[in-house]
C-alpha cells in the first residue's frame, strides 16, 4: 500500500467549550474540490479509538456543507470524542498509460481529537489531523525528484514500470517535476491559511515514508 501524508495541528488551547469553533475555522481552510466538493461523511467516536462510531452517517449521494456538518456534530460535543470527516480537494495526478496530467478529486481524511479523548491522543496526533492522500502526490516516485535524483530505479510492479519508462523522456520528467510542484504549493498555501485561522502553537506536514517530509518538499521546491 502507498504510503500517506498527514498534516498535524495543535492549537494554543483546545477547551471543550471551543471544540465547535476551532473545528469550524479549521474546515473552512480546505481547499475543496471543484468536481467534488462538501464534506460525504461524518463518524463520531467517543473513548478511544477501539470504540464503534457512536454515530456515522454517509453524504456521498448529497455531499453537505461545513455549516451542514457542524449542525450535526453540535449535538455530540464532548471532550471525550473525536470527530471523523471526509472531503476531497484537486490534485495533479500522473497518468502512466497516457503519460499525461490530470486535476482530478483526492479524498481528505480530517481527524478533530477533543482533550480527553483516546488518554489525550491529540498530543502525540494533534488536535487536527488530516490525511491528505498519497506521499507520491508531493514527493513523486522513486525519488526521482529533487538535487539527488536517481540514475536508475528498479521497478516494484507493473505500474511503476509504466511509470519510469514514461519518466525516460526528458520533457515527461520536466512535467512531473512541475505538476508535483503545483501540488506541494497548493498544500503550503492550505498550511498557511490553516496557521492564520486557527490559533496554532504547532504545526507538522510528515508522512510514512519521509524520514523529514518538509525537507523534502523544500528540497523539490528548491531544484531549478
Same mark, same amino acid.
Given at each position: 500500500m502507498a504510503n500517506q501524508a498527514y498534516v #498535524?495541528?495543535?492549537?494554543?488551547?483546545?477547551? /471543550?467549550? &471551543?471544540?465547535l469553533n476551532r473545528l469550524d475555522m479549521f474546515l473552512a481552510t480546505i481547499p475543496f474540490s471543484a468536481a467534488r466538493p462538501g464534506i460525504d461523511r461524518i463518524a463520531?467516536?467517543?473513548?478511544?479509538?477501539?470504540?464503534?462510531?457512536?454515530?456515522?452517517?454517509?453524504?456521498r449521494a448529497?455531499?453537505?456543507?461545513?455549516?451542514?456538518?457542524?449542525?450535526?456534530?453540535?449535538?455530540?460535543?464532548h471532550s471525550d470524542?473525536?470527530?471523523?470527516?471526509?472531503?476531497?480537494?484537486?490534485?495533479?495526478?500522473?497518468? #502512466?498509460s497516457s503519460a499525461k496530467f490530470t486535476m /482530478?478529486? &483526492?479524498?481528505?481524511e480530517v481527524l478533530c481529537n477533543?482533550?480527553?479523548y483516546d488518554n489525550g491522543l491529540w498530543v502525540e496526533n494533534g488536535h487536527c489531523q488530516v490525511c491528505l492522500g498519497f506521499e507520491h502526490s508531493f514527493t513523486g516516485h522513486a525519488g526521482l525528484l529533487g538535487p539527488q535524483r536517481r540514475a536508475s530505479a528498479l521497478?516494484?510492479?507493473?505500474?511503476e514500470a509504466r511509470f519510469l519508462e514514461a519518466m525516460a523522456w526528458p520533457e515527461n520528467i520536466e512535467r512531473y517535476q512541475e505538476k508535483t510542484r503545483e501540488n506541494i504549493r497548493k498544500l503550503l498555501d492550505w498550511t498557511q491559511r490553516m496557521a492564520k485561522a486557527v490559533p496554532v502553537e504547532?504545526?507538522?506536514?510528515?508522512?510514512e515514508g519521509e524520514e523529514d517530509l518538509e525537507a523534502r518538499l523544500e528540497e523539490i521546491l528548491a531544484v531549478q
Amino acid at each position: 500500500m502507498a504510503n500517506q501524508a498527514y498534516v #498535524s495541528v495543535w492549537c494554543r488551547d483546545f477547551p /471543550e467549550d &471551543q471544540i465547535l469553533n476551532r473545528l469550524d475555522m479549521f474546515l473552512a481552510t480546505i481547499p475543496f474540490s471543484a468536481a467534488r466538493p462538501g464534506i460525504d461523511r461524518i463518524a463520531i467516536r467517543a473513548i478511544e479509538a477501539s470504540e464503534p462510531p457512536i454515530l456515522e452517517q454517509d453524504f456521498r449521494a448529497m455531499p453537505i456543507e461545513i455549516a451542514g456538518a457542524i449542525d450535526i456534530i453540535r449535538g455530540y460535543v464532548h471532550s471525550d470524542c473525536s470527530y471523523e470527516l471526509r472531503c476531497y480537494w484537486d490534485l495533479a495526478v500522473f497518468d #502512466s498509460s497516457s503519460a499525461k496530467f490530470t486535476m /482530478e478529486p &483526492q479524498s481528505i481524511e480530517v481527524l478533530c481529537n477533543a482533550p480527553d479523548y483516546d488518554n489525550g491522543l491529540w498530543v502525540e496526533n494533534g488536535h487536527c489531523q488530516v490525511c491528505l492522500g498519497f506521499e507520491h502526490s508531493f514527493t513523486g516516485h522513486a525519488g526521482l525528484l529533487g538535487p539527488q535524483r536517481r540514475a536508475s530505479a528498479l521497478a516494484a510492479s507493473q505500474e511503476e514500470a509504466r511509470f519510469l519508462e514514461a519518466m525516460a523522456w526528458p520533457e515527461n520528467i520536466e512535467r512531473y517535476q512541475e505538476k508535483t510542484r503545483e501540488n506541494i504549493r497548493k498544500l503550503l498555501d492550505w498550511t498557511q491559511r490553516m496557521a492564520k485561522a486557527v490559533p496554532v502553537e504547532r504545526l507538522r506536514l510528515w508522512s510514512e515514508g519521509e524520514e523529514d517530509l518538509e525537507a523534502r518538499l523544500e528540497e523539490i521546491l528548491a531544484v531549478q
